[in-house]
């Protein structure tokens, strides 16, 4: 089975300027998350989608960070302008639904991560 | 209190030591729980789930306390590759659609 895909894996900007991060999450996964992680932490929900309808974006920066799940498959996150506090690594996960159960269908699978530098 | 509370560490263990770390949690609701590991500049990566009252899986044992909300991850005979940060996740947002929330994890160092 292959993984959660994400691209590009580092990427260096000047503040100021927008960036934009790409997911594949695993096939017949309907959920979707993005996290960030900052260096020294625990990976932060921004935001999370049930096919391509938004579940929680409750800490997103919506002044500056937008998401799309436009088929409910491959999701794209951007930052625009970028400040100097969102240099972190930005986590994509996967599951199959958002239902805990014991079937363990919340269970996440995350992608490698992009890890994204503002000067 | 906190949603999802862990000692962040480092706890430094010898090879052969058994350790505990705990994750406090705030939300009563929550079913499901899990622990995660991650390496150096890596991603997470699935531990070990607890649905009940605990799970066992060779050397790790997870227990789950709901009256004093918090669970446990136990590690006998460490090894050395198991230096790494361990994240507790507790899915807060009831039986309905959950958001997985993660606590700050908690390092790991086993010396030989």
């Known amino acids: 089975e292959a993984g959660v895909a994400q691209s590009p894996r580092y990427k260096i900007i000047e503040k100021r300027q927008s960036v934009a991060f790409w997911c594949n999450p695993i096939?017949?996964?309907?959920?979707l998350y993005w996290y960030q992680q900052i260096l020294g932490q625990g990976p932060k929900l921004l935001i999370q989608?049930?096919?391509?309808?938004?579940?929680?974006d409750s800490q997103l920066p919506k002044d500056r960070f937008s998401a799309e799940r436009l088929k409910g498959v491959d999701s794209t996150l951007k930052i625009q302008p970028a400040k100097l506090e969102d240099s972190a690594v930005y986590l994509c996960?996967?599951?199959?639904?958002?239902?805990?159960?014991?079937?363990?269908?919340?269970?996440?699978?995350f992608g490698a991560g992009s890890r994204l530098t503002v000067l | 209190r906190k949603e999802v509370e862990q000692d962040p560490g480092p706890f430094n263990v010898p090879e052969g030591a058994t350790v505990a770390f705990n994750c406090t949690y705030s939300?009563?609701?929550?079913?499901?729980f899990f622990w995660y590991r991650q390496d150096c500049r890596k991603e997470p990566k699935l531990l070990m789930s607890?649905?009940?009252s605990g799970n066992e899986d060779g050397r790790f044992t997870a227990q789950l306390n709901r009256a004093s909300q918090y669970i446990s991850l136990l590690i006998r005979d460490s090894k050395l590759s198991d230096s790494a940060t361990y994240l507790c996740?507790?899915?807060?947002?009831?039986?309905?659609?959950?958001?997985?929330?993660f606590g700050k994890g908690t390092m790991l160092l086993v010396s030989p």
């Open positions: 996960a996967s599951s199959l639904d958002s239902i805990p159960r014991s079937s363990g269908a919340n269970v996440l699978t």
């Open positions: 096939s017949g996964h309907a959920t």
């Open positions: 989608f049930q096919n391509n309808g938004v579940v929680d």
């Open positions: 939300n009563s609701a929550s079913q499901s």
């Open positions: 607890v649905y009940s």
């Open positions: 996740v507790v899915p807060l947002g009831g039986s309905g659609y959950s958001t997985l929330t």
